[in-house]
Structures are given as structure tokens and as C-alpha cells.
């Protein structure tokens, strides 16, 4: 490794984990003690972990007003909740568990992995990283802060106008959600960024773009997309906030607005969006079912490529939402098309899945169980969609219960199932402990059955024309029986939940202890001792293939990965960058120190939106110039964190 | 092995009960979206009977190979509790499964596109020429029917219940006065929007007299839940004989109840309602000249009895909350002569 920009050649030793050089890393790169410390780490491992934490709060939440939902509609004409207060939970459900659980929740286990699955010391932007989660946090307590005092969205997730309006809808409402959005994309945004430059650049040396592991391809792609839909909604949701307060006339019929300019807006970003909170979850699934058949993935670089086109065709859909809305047939038959060829990537996705089941030699395990079950859901929500994607059946099943059974198999099926399953498989990473295996076949058995007993009829109920977003049903129109079984489903599904929660917090505590590989795979963070330490890797290894743990076994590469011997980077945090394509290593990138400065200019922000929604003039200014002094802070330059070689004195 | 069977008997029982059982039940709902009443909905009924089909097929098959896939395993079984390192292999033929599966899928949707086109075209526009005109229009929440056909004498407004005759396309001008609604009958006709500031237009067309439920599609507020409305096919003579009744005003109400019912109503609700003939002539709710015609009040809610006019007169926001209708704080007899003015209007 010579290269100018070094500012010195790295000693290339092998060290173990309880070396003096492993001492002197731990110091280096540990959350200092105490609160301080606590709220400034920017630990990636830390910031995972609390990403997966505050995004199951979330989903607990959205959980509780999905069951006050399905209480309400048990039996037709029930008054359990007024229609006011129904409208606010089924549109606060929808917009928890699609924007507060289903991204955050993966960005929480690629911010865990990543670093580790790609043989480096921390995300490229830790600072950022920090910044991101505080942002998603922040954002979410805001939404909430508007529900709790009975002025959440409740104009649904997607939010048309002109409902949204002030003149059909006076209260704050609005203003909350499309505030509140606008701030939760900043951290979807600084999330994106993030993920991308930390596959670009911060590898193992060897590790290049064709042995990623599919976890960096699907969160790769995923943030690619987001970051070129998020702009599209925030947009829209800001458009609607100056219609709403100022009386610009974007989509204010009186004044020559056009309604339809909202759905365009939304649904650009909504449909790449669906797949953003999809792909990382297939992608846990492409890397966890082979280490449960002993076998690699198979068609590694065809479901790639998948996941990729996926979400380049998943711009070209969004339409498919809009077939009632009067377009003309040769618009919406493109749109058709596209939508049927979108299939055909997850098509090669499922059949390389089922491919590596039939030809390896399985093994039962509670991950193993949600990610072959997943593959099932996977493909119910996948054909339910192709329906949907049909102009003419889709102007009878949309906007009924068919839909909602299509969403709920494509976010439960294809999000939680793997989420799941994933925590199955990288709890022993994380906690140093297994989750207990007995009661994690009743978790997947209760779950499993309860989603299946409580989703599956909304199909029914939606082919016998019951329509979504309905407070209540009357009588004799023969939805009465589904409801209530679903219903029922909905709260064994609950259940099944709740046992996760239990085995988690039993486990953390009392889980036999894991090691650092139990499931003897294949990726590099099973090389690091579990819990990893703060530094990740004591050494940093070099890959020489997709498989490192695997290759004596597999036997298909010339060269070997070393993991136990590599470069020794002790002078302060360091990490090495890599080039981009080919990860030849080419600088030693000085990492930044934990900094209070990430929580800081994130509450600022929370303040700035605080003013906004006030319209208040100096708390606005308060916060811009906070922000300000923050981010200098934050930014400040200093000569230790120097990436280049210092000058000769 | 044991783990297997369970495996498979549970989604062999789940398969069988949850889909095959209902789905011939379906059918005879009232909203069912598997039944047509006319020529527009039957080509959109088989190519969603096709393409479900094509659907559980696809869940059955991937479903099986699943099963299959995971009781074939060698035995004995792997297991992580074992000493050493687990043998990892990479065995030949996987790859055959994607360029097959991808093979047939892509062959399914493209037939599947190329009837879904041709069904496009076939619903477009009624194949026949003339029919009737109508426009409705959408609002929180009930529906404004206005027929429109030549000459102007022979137009008239009502709400909430749309005769048309059997065997006669209909084509309808869909408009919104407020939010965004959607027009739906799934009998006849899958579902347009009606978009303020925009004219979407569709059509429908009954096979067979009869009553045909339909509801809004779009969440459009407080009580979306509550804004169903109804078509009801008449033969041809049927109708323009209903037609005729409809284009002439109310009688006017003969005893003193509804004498003074009538004053009360133009007082009270007349800014707000029209009926035609009287000075009642409000745009903001439904046209009431032949009220006691109509099935139900309250687009759907309730069953249209002087009992229910009553109540909904005395209770508009306990029966239908956030409703536009308020409450006028009427007195007990106030309501009764209005109940009785109702009544008149036939």
C-alpha cells in the first residue's frame, strides 16, 4: 500500500482481541461514560441500536391504533371511537408504520451492519449518522406531539387535497404532518448520503462492487432512491403548507390549482418509496436464507441487478395509483405495462430465494422459518399488486379492502417478516446472547398465523366491495364475518409481537451466549467477537471474495481473505477509504470524535419546525441562528483530523 | 421430518379454508366487485376472475415448491448445535431455476397486459349510440344527480338514488363540489373520480331491472364511511314514467299539519334545500321535491321512513356526525309538522 496521500504507511500485523493494541483502540473509539457521552456518541453500532429500538416504539404505537381500528370495525355501526377520531388513527397508523417503523427500522440494521459486513470501523459521515437518527426522533415526537393533542394527519398517509386544505380542514392537522414530513426528510436525506458514501468508500480493501453482500445492495439502492424521491414529497408537502398558510395556489381549485398535481407529487415519491422500504428487508433475507441452506445465494449478481432495476422501475409506476382519476387510456396502459414488468425482478428474486432453499441443505431455525415464510407472503403481495396493476381490475379493487390486504402483505410480509427474522439472526451479534429459540417458534408461529388469519380476508372483504378508510359499515352487505375475523387475526398477530418483545428483553439478559459466528456464516462481521467491540475490527481484513468466512469450504478463489492479519490503524480513530469500484485502498481517513454538535443543530431544527408551525418570527430566527453556530461547531476545522500527509516542518 | 409436516399440513389447511371456501361465496354481495349487471362490467368480470385465478395459481405453485423444496432435505438434518464447522457447499443447477421461473412469468404477464388492453378498449365507450345523459355531482356527503337530457323542460335535479332504464348506456359528467370523491357501482361500473376543478366522465349500462348499491371510493372526510347512494334500473316504460313524475313540482300539502310543516321547512330548511314549486330553493343539500320516493335519507344511512325523517330532522350530527346538515334545535312540534310536510312530498 503505497500511495502519496498516506500520511503514513500503515503496519500491516496480526493482532487479536485481547491484545495491548486492542486496549489502545477501545480507548480510542468507545462512548465516553455518562449522559454527555451517551447523547454524543456516533458509534454506528449505538446509532443502529437505536434506530431499531425507537422504530419498534413506533411500530408499537402504530400497532395499539391499528387494534383501536379493528375494534371499531369488529361489527358493523359501532361507536367505539367518533368518526373525527378514527380518521386520525387510521391516518397516523398509516403514517407511523411507513415512515416512522418501516425505513428507520432498516436504516437501524444497516447502520448496525454495515460498517461491520464491509470491513470497516465506523459509516463513513458518523457525525451525520448521529444527526440522522436524532432528526428521525425528533420528527417522529413532532408528528406525535400533534396527535397527542388531537391534531394528527387525518387526510390518511397520502394526504390529497384538496381535503388537505384549510377550508375543508381548519385545524393544525395539516400543518403538523407536512411540517413534521418536511423535518423527516431531512433525515432520510442525511441517511441516504450517508449510506451512499459509505459504500463507495469505506470497504475492506478487496472488497470490490461485485462482492458486496446483498445487505449493501439492497440499502444501497434503497437510499439511492430515496434520495431522489424525498425531494418530490417535501415539495409537495411544503407547496401545501404555503396554500395552506400563505394562500399560494398550487392546488386551490378557485384559484386555477390542480388537485391532481398533489397526487402526481405524492405518488413519485410514494411508489419508490414502497420499494425503498422493501429492498433492504429482501436484501436481509438474500444474505440470512443461505447461511440457513449452508449454501451461497443462488444467482448472487442476478438479484442484484434485481434489486437495482427494481427501483428504477419503480419510478415508472406510480400512476398505478391513479386509475380512477380520469387519465387518458393510452397514459395509464403505459403505466399498466410498467407495473406488470416490475414483476419480473422480483420474479428472479423469489426463484433464486427458492432455488437456494431446494438445492442447499436447510436448517430450522426461528430466522429461518420467517425468512422461507416470507418468501410465501412475499408472493401473495406480489400477485395482489400485479392485480391492482391491471387498469380494469383496478378500478374495482382500489381504495377497498383489497388494498389494504395488498399493503399490509407487501410492509408485514415484506418488511417485518425479514426485520424478524434478521433480529433472529444478528441478536447474537448485537447482544453477545441468542434469542431463545423455543419461544421464538411460538413468536413465529403466533405471528405467522395471526397475520395470515387477520390479513388474508381483507382480501375477501375488499372483493365483496367493502371500501378502505370507512369509520363503519352497515349491516347486510355481507362483511360482517371477515371483519371479525380479522380482527381477531389482528390481535393474535399482536400477540405474537408481544412475545417478541418478551424473548428480546428475557434474552438480552439470560440468552445462552452466542460467540462470535452461531451460525457459522459467511459475511465478515461473524469474524468480529460479539458483542463487537467499538472499534469493530482490531485489524483491518482484506477480501478476496463474496464468502469470506466460507472460502476454505467453498474452495472457488485463487487468494484468501485475511481477516486476522491486516492494517494496523492506531493513530487516533481511523478507518481506510477505498476506491470506489475496485476497493484499492487509498487514504487512512481520520474519523470524527463523538460531538454533542449532531443532537444540537437536530434540536434546532425541532425548534425551527416548532416556529414554523407557530408562524412565530423570533423563535424561527432563534433556531436558524443556533443551527448556524451548531453546524460551525460541528464543522470547525482541526489540524488532527487532517486526511492528507502533513507538511514537512 | 415432524417439522416438515407441520409445515406443510398448516398451509395446506390455511390454503384450503381461507381461499377456496369464500370465494364462491362471493358472488351474490350486494358490493361484490365478481358480479356484473351489464355489458361494461362483464368483460372487466372476466379478466378479474383470469387474473385471479392466474394469481392463486401462482401462490399454489410457489407455495408447493416451498414445502417441496424443504421436504426433499437430506437427512439427517443439519443442526447448529453440532461440534465443528457445518459443510457449505455450492451445488450445481440453481441458476436454471430463475431463467425458467423468469421464463413463464414474463410469458403470463405479457398475456396477462395483452387482455387487460384489450379490455381497456372494449369498456371505453358504450358500443352503442345514444342513451341517456345524467352529471353528478359529488358532495360531503351525498350525491347530486342531475339529468340533463333535451330539451331543458325536461331536466330535473334529485339526490342519492340514479334510475336509469334497463338496456340504455348511460353516460355520466362527473364533477366535485368540494374534495375529491369517486363514483362507484360495482355492478355496472368500476370506479372515476369526481375531481374539483376537472370533468371525468364514465358510463353505465344495466342488463336487468333491479337495484344496484354503490358507494363513494375516495376518502373525502368525516363520513366517507356514510355516502352510498343507488342505481335503480327501470324498464323503459317504468322510467320515463318516473321521469314524468319527477320533471312535475310537489303537490301542495292539503291538512294543517303540513300546512304548516311547509312554512316551517321554507323557514328552517329552505336555504339550505329545494323544492321545487315552493320558496325552498337552497343549493347546499339535496333536492327534497320527491323525497318520499327514495329508498333512504342521508345518502344510504338510513331507511327512508317518516320515523327516520324524524329522527334525522331532530339528530342530524348523533346520526351522521360532522354531517353539513345541523342542528337547528327544532322544537317537538316544529319537527312533527315538518315530518308531516315531508310526507307530501311525492
Not at chain 1, 471474495?545 to 481477516?563: A, K, V
Not at chain 2, 461440534?83 to 410469458?107: E, H, Q
Not at chain 2, 337530457?149 to 353516460?171: K, L, Q, Y
Not at chain 2, 312540534?333 to 310526507?343: C, D, K, N, S, V
Amino acid at each position: 500500500m503505497t500511495v502519496a496521500d498516506y500520511s503514513r504507511e500503515p503496519r500491516i500485523l496480526a493482532e487479536s482481541y485481547d491484545s495491548p493494541l486492542a486496549e489502545r483502540l477501545k480507548t480510542l473509539w468507545e462512548t465516553k461514560p455518562g449522559i454527555i457521552g451517551w447523547l454524543s456518541t456516533v458509534d454506528h453500532k449505538e446509532i443502529g441500536i437505536r434506530y431499531i429500538v425507537t422504530s419498534f416504539a413506533f411500530l408499537v404505537l402504530g400497532g395499539i391504533e391499528a387494534l383501536i381500528v379493528r375494534l371499531q370495525l369488529a361489527q358493523p355501526e359501532q361507536s367505539v371511537v367518533t368518526p373525527t377520531q378514527y380518521n386520525e388513527l387510521f391516518s397516523m397508523h398509516g403514517v407511523t408504520m411507513i415512515f416512522l417503523y418501516a425505513l428507520p427500522v432498516l436504516s437501524g440494521f444497516s447502520n448496525y451492519l454495515w460498517p461491520l459486513i464491509l470491513g470497516s470501523r465506523d459509516m463513513a459521515l458518523p457525525r451525520l449518522n448521529a444527526f440522522s437518527y436524532w432528526t428521525f426522533l425528533f420528527s417522529g415526537l413532532f408528528l406525535y406531539a400533534g396527535f397527542a393533542i388531537g391534531a394528527g394527519p387525518n387526510d390518511g398517509w397520502f394526504n390529497y387535497v384538496p381535503y388537505a386544505l384549510k377550508p375543508f380542514n381548519p385545524g393544525p392537522s395539516q400543518d403538523f404532518y407536512a411540517l413534521g414530513f418536511i423535518f423527516f426528510g431531512l433525515s432520510v436525506t442525511a441517511g441516504g448520503i450517508n449510506f451512499m458514501v459509505t459504500a463507495l468508500r469505506t470497504r475492506a480493501p478487496g472488497m470490490s462492487i461485485n462482492r458486496f453482500p446483498m445487505m449493501i445492495w439492497g440499502t444501497l439502492t434503497a437510499n439511492a432512491g430515496n434520495l431522489l424521491a424525498v425531494p418530490s414529497v417535501s415539495l409537495a408537502f411544503f407547496m401545501l403548507w404555503t396554500d395552506r398558510q400563505f394562500g399560494t395556489h398550487f392546488f386551490n381549485v378557485e384559484a386555477g390549482g390542480q388537485p391532481l398535481l398533489w397526487q402526481h407529487l405524492f405518488w413519485m415519491f410514494g411508489h419508490p418509496w414502497v420499494y425503498a422500504i422493501v429492498l433492504p428487508a429482501m436484501s436481509i433475507v438474500s444474505d440470512g436464507l443461505p447461511v440457513f441452506c449452508r449454501r451461497p445465494l443462488v444467482g448472487h449478481t442476478a438479484v442484484a441487478l434485481a434489486t437495482v432495476i427494481t427501483m428504477i422501475i419503480g419510478f415508472g409506476v406510480w400512476v398505478h395509483h391513479m386509475f380512477a382519476t380520469g387519465l387518458p387510456n393510452l397514459a395509464m396502459s403505459f403505466f399498466n405495462a410498467a407495473s406488470f414488468v416490475i414483476v419480473i425482478p422480483s420474479a428472479v428474486s423469489v426463484f433464486a430465494w427458492v432455488a437456494t432453499i431446494w438445492t442447499g441443505r436447510f436448517i430450522y431455525a426461528t430466522a429461518s422459518l420467517f425468512f422461507v415464510s416470507f418468501i410465501w407472503l412475499f408472493v401473495i403481495g406480489g400477485v395482489s399488486g400485479f392485480l391492482t396493476g391491471s387498469v380494469p381490475v383496478d378500478w374495482q379493487v382500489t381504495d377497498t379492502y383489497f388494498v389494504v390486504g395488498h399493503i399490509h402483505y407487501v410492509l408485514i410480509g415484506i418488511n417485518v417478516f425479514p426485520v424478524v427474522g434478521g433480529l433472529y439472526l444478528w441478536f447474537p451479534k448485537m447482544t453477545g446472547r441468542m434469542l431463545n429459540e423455543r419461544l421464538g417458534r411460538w413468536n413465529f408461529w403466533t405471528m405467522f398465523l395471526g397475520f395470515n388469519l387477520g390479513f388474508f380476508p381483507m382480501h375477501i372483504s375488499g372483493l365483496m366491495g367493502m371500501p378502505r378508510r370507512v369509520y363503519t359499515y352497515p349491516d347486510g352487505l355481507g362483511w360482517n364475518t371477515v371483519n371479525l375475523v380479522t380482527t381477531i387475526g389482528a390481535f393474535i398477530f399482536a400477540i405474537g409481537v408481544l412475545l417478541l418483545v418478551i424473548n428480546v428483553l428475557v434474552s438480552r439478559k439470560h440468552g445462552r451466549i452466542a460467540g462470535p459466528n452461531p451460525w457459522d456464516a459467511s459475511n465478515l462481521e461473524w469474524s468480529t467477537p460479539s458483542p463487537p467491540p467499538p472499534y469493530n475490527f482490531v485489524v483491518l481484513p482484506t477480501v478476496a471474495s463474496r464468502h469470506p468466512l466460507w472460502e476454505d469450504r467453498l474452495n472457488e478463489t485463487e487468494g484468501r481473505s485475511t481477516i486476522h492479519e491486516g492494517a494496523v490503524l492506531d493513530h487516533g480513530k481511523e478507518t481506510l477509504g477505498v476506491s470506489p469500484l475496485d476497493a484499492i485502498p487509498d487514504a487512512i481517513l481520520k474519523m470524527p470524535h463523538d460531538s454533542i454538535m449532531p443532537l444540537c443543530l437536530s434540536l434546532s431544527l425541532m425548534v425551527l419546525f416548532v416556529g414554523l408551525l407557530l408562524k412565530t418570527g423570533w423563535l424561527i430566527g432563534l433556531a436558524l441562528l443556533a443551527g448556524c453556530i451548531f453546524s460551525l461547531i460541528w464543522l470547525w476545522p482541526r489540524v488532527s483530523q487532517g486526511q492528507r500527509r502533513e507538511p514537512a516542518t | 421430518m415432524a417439522q416438515n409436516r407441520t409445515v406443510a399440513k398448516a398451509l395446506a389447511a390455511l390454503g384450503g379454508v381461507i381461499v377456496c371456501a369464500p370465494l364462491t361465496a362471493l358472488a351474490d354481495r350486494p358490493m361484490s366487485v365478481l358480479r356484473s349487471a351489464g355489458p361494461k362490467g362483464d368483460p372487466v368480470l372476466q379478466l378479474n376472475w383470469g387474473l385471479l385465478a392466474i394469481s392463486i395459481l401462482v401462490v399454489v405453485i410457489i407455495g408447493t415448491l416451498l414445502v417441496l423444496a424443504l421436504s426433499r432435505q437430506p437427512q439427517p438434518r443439519l443442526a447448529f448445535d453440532a461440534r465443528g464447522p457445518l459443510p457449505v457447499s455450492r451445488p450445481a443447477g440453481g441458476i436454471t431455476w430463475i431463467y425458467v421461473g423468469i421464463g413463464l412469468t414474463a410469458l403470463t404477464l405479457l398475456g396477462s397486459l395483452v387482455w387487460s388492453m384489450v379490455v381497456l378498449a372494449n369498456v371505453a365507450v358504450p358500443s352503442g349510440k345514444g342513451g341517456l345523459e345524467l352529471q353528478v355531482i359529488g358532495h360531503q356527503w351525498w350525491w347530486q344527480v342531475n339529468y340533463i337530457g333535451d330539451p331543458i323542460s325536461r331536466r330535473f335535479t334529485t339526490a342519492n338514488e340514479i334510475h336509469i332504464p334497463v338496456g340504455v348506456p348511460v353516460r355520466i359528467t362527473l364533477k366535485s363540489a368540494d374534495v375529491i370523491h369517486s363514483f362507484w357501482v360495482p355492478a355496472l361500473s368500476g370506479k372515476t373520480d369526481l375531481i374539483p376543478g376537472q370533468t371525468n366522465t364514465t358510463w353505465i349500462e344495466a342488463r336487468e331491472a333491479g337495484t344496484y348499491r354503490g358507494q363513494c371510493g375516495e376518502y373525502c372526510g368525516a363520513q366517507h364511511a356514510h355516502m352510498a347512494f343507488s342505481v335503480v334500473a327501470d324498464p323503459p316504460a317504468t322510467f320515463d314514467a318516473w321521469w314524468q313524475a319527477q320533471l312535475a313540482d310537489s303537490p301542495p300539502p292539503t291538512d294543517d299539519s303540513a300546512k304548516a310543516g311547509k312554512i316551517a321547512f321554507v323557514r328552517r330548511c329552505g336555504s339550505c334545500h329545494t323544492v321545487r314549486g315552493t320558496d325552498a330553493g337552497g343549493i347546499y343539500g339535496p333536492d327534497l321535491t320527491h323525497l318520499t320516493q327514495r329508498a333512504t335519507i342521508a345518502a344510504g344511512v338510513l331507511p327512508n321512513t317518516p320515523g327516520h325523517r324524524g329522527a334525522w330532522i331532530a339528530d342530524p350530527q348523533g346520526i351522521k356526525p360532522g354531517s353539513q346538515m345541523p342542528v337547528l334545535s327544532l322544537s317537538g312540534p316544529e319537527i312533527a309538522a315538518i315530518q308531516a310536510y315531508l310526507a307530501t312530498l311525492k
